[in-house]
């Protein structure tokens, strides 16, 4: 089993995977919900310089840019990026400013040019730390002083709890895969099943905003994406009732910053400031 992730491996799994209407199915809405109010809370008012290093197929990158801001997307998976300049050119009011292959690690941005910067995905794609720093320093780099980087991570428990609720905790095949992610939280999937993901790091909450620090960041704050709610029995029924939607929301935000409960969310984020 390899130590390192290759390009292939990411491209590989998206091949399969379809990013582009992961955020519209199932408690991905509860994801998608909450990273755009975590975005939103410490964004400047729009035209500022946005880069989505990691973009995927353009969901948050055309959010964005439909709110006025200036976005520049990359992303080391081709498909993705044809399909971010797809859903751009669907609003031609306001287009992306750019959708470029490219890694997080080597962003094509000069110092101090952007107000923003979106770290959602390398930071669990890559399974080496110096990987994931070179991310956060490139990320500090291009931001001006003052400007904001949200890194998503994937909990180190997130297998246990998938498990768990969505029923493949008996299987025999992800047992030795949920050993080592809870021992070390280097997760690696080579039985080709797509629902196991692909080779990843998943985060203790402090492991992440350990490594903001350590690339010279201010941690404004380190947050369950959604807490527990990924887990709701019914979630669809839950999410497309409006009452109970906004009571899953309320009850997520009020856990969002609890130490004991951190790990339980599926994705953590923590938010720097330069
Ligand atoms: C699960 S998708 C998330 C996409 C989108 N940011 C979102 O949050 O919905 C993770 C993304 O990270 C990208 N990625 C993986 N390694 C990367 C790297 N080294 N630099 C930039 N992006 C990377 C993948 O290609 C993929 O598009």
């Not at 029924?237 to 790990?263: F, H």
Request: charged share 25%.
């Amino acid at each position: 089993m390899s130590d390192h992730n290759s390009p292939e491996e990411i491209v590989s799994y998206y091949g399969d995977a379809d990013e582009s209407s992961r955020l519209g199915t199932g408690w991905f809405q509860l994801e998608q919900a909450r990273t755009q109010e975590l975005i939103l809370r410490h964004l400047p008012p729009a035209p500022a310089t946005v880069i989505d290093a990691g973009g995927g197929a353009g969901a948050y990158a055309c959010w964005l840019a439909a709110r006025g801001y200036q976005v520049h997307l990359l992303d080391p998976v081709a498909k993705h990026v044809e399909q971010a300049r797809a859903a751009s050119s669907r609003q031609p009011q306001s287009p992306l400013a750019s959708a470029e292959v490219g890694d997080a690690r080597h962003l094509p941005h000069g110092d101090a040019t952007a107000d923003a910067v979106l770290l959602l995905g390398p930071l669990y794609h890559l399974v080496e730390r110096e990987d994931r720093l070179a991310c956060l320093r490139e990320a500090y780099r291009v931001l001006r002083p003052g400007g904001f980087a949200w890194g998503a991570g994937i909990s180190r428990f997130a297998s246990l709890f998938d498990s768990l609720a969505h029923g493949f905790f008996e299987d025999p095949v992800f047992a030795p895969i949920l050993a080592r992610d809870l021992e070390e939280g280097q997760h690696r999937n080579s039985t080709g099943n797509p629902l196991y993901f692909t080779d990843a790091f998943f985060h203790r909450p402090g492991e992440l905003s350990r490594d903001f620090l350590a690339a010279g960041f201010h941690v404004e704050a380190v947050v369950a994406i959604e807490g527990p709610g990924w887990l709701a029995l019914d979630f669809d029924r839950l999410w497309t009732d409006p009452q109970q939607r906004e009571r899953l929301l309320a009850a997520v935000r009020k856990v969002e910053r609890e130490p004991s409960v951190l790990g339980a969310s599926a994705h953590v984020m923590a938010i720097g400031r330069k």
